[in-house]
């Protein structure tokens, strides 16, 4: 029977359970398909990292450090997870970053203190009320005009829920947007987007030929069929800046 993982504290105590912890990027991220959203996700959040050139980053929610290990021009680098069973994998790969065991909703942080805040498959877990609170405090430990990176799933596409994904046959609880409607919830949250880029396009496609081969000549083909695509894109990464309150 299949659960499903809603609420702060169940999503958070899901993620200290060690086998979700060394399983993680073999479930989510050891496919082609895979392997292509992580390796455009890293290229997009850098190349908005280079663009903004902060002094502090955060990377609110690191996990396993999936993404923290290959970033680049991020100053003075944070990475905070309430899972010390992530945090300890996450050791392993991440250098010159400072690991802190901390609540993402209070974490304990000086108000106005980063340039930037990252966080990738975190937010989009919790209902409107938990974001609210999460919104809340990541405008409170950002500077004036610092700017907030993220990503969020297309309400639009249909989502790949595999098997191998849901350890224990449980779900966690996923909220999607449509680009309006991401927008319309960062502007009440006192945020405006500055850029938004699409990550897999024509994703049904993409996970056809993901699954057909794993050789290095497909990921290719993969990557040229992602370019080539007009399709709306499966996930996206939003660079949003911090306003004045309404």
Do not use: C
Request: proline share 1%.
């Amino acid at each position: 029977m299949k659960t499903k993982i809603q609420g702060k504290e169940s999503v958070m105590d899901y993620y200290q359970d060690d086998e979700v912890a060394s399983k993680y990027i073999e479930q989510r991220y050891s496919s082609l398909f895979g392997k292509l959203r992580n390796e455009i996700e890293i290229k997009v959040i850098n190349s908005f990292l280079k663009y903004l050139n902060p002094k502090t980053t955060l990377d609110l929610a690191t996990g396993t450090g999936r993404i923290t290990k290959s970033l680049k021009n991020y100053g003075q680098g944070y990475a905070l997870d309430t899972s010390g069973e992530m945090l300890e994998h996450a050791k392993k790969d991440i250098n010159n970053w400072t690991l802190r065991k901390s609540d993402a909703f209070d974490t304990q942080f000086e108000d106005n203190f980063f340039d930037v805040v990252i966080s990738t498959r975190f937010i989009w877990h919790f209902d409107k009320s938990n974001r609210i609170k999460l919104f809340a405090e990541i405008r409170r430990i950002l500077k004036d005009n610092g700017h907030l990176i993220f990503d969020f799933p297309n309400a639009n596409i249909k989502r790949f829920i595999r098997k191998k994904a849901k350890i224990g046959f449980k779900r966690i609880y996923t909220q999607s947007w449509t680009t309006a409607g991401i927008k319309e919830e960062l502007f009440k949250n006192n945020f405006q987007i500055v850029s938004i880029k699409g990550i897999l396009h024509n994703p049904k496609i993409l996970r056809n030929m993901s699954d057909k081969s794993s050789s290095m000549v497909n990921f290719f083909k993969m990557k040229l069929a992602n370019i080539l695509s007009r399709k709306e894109a499966y996930n996206y990464v939003v660079l949003a800046i911090k306003t004045k309150e309404s």
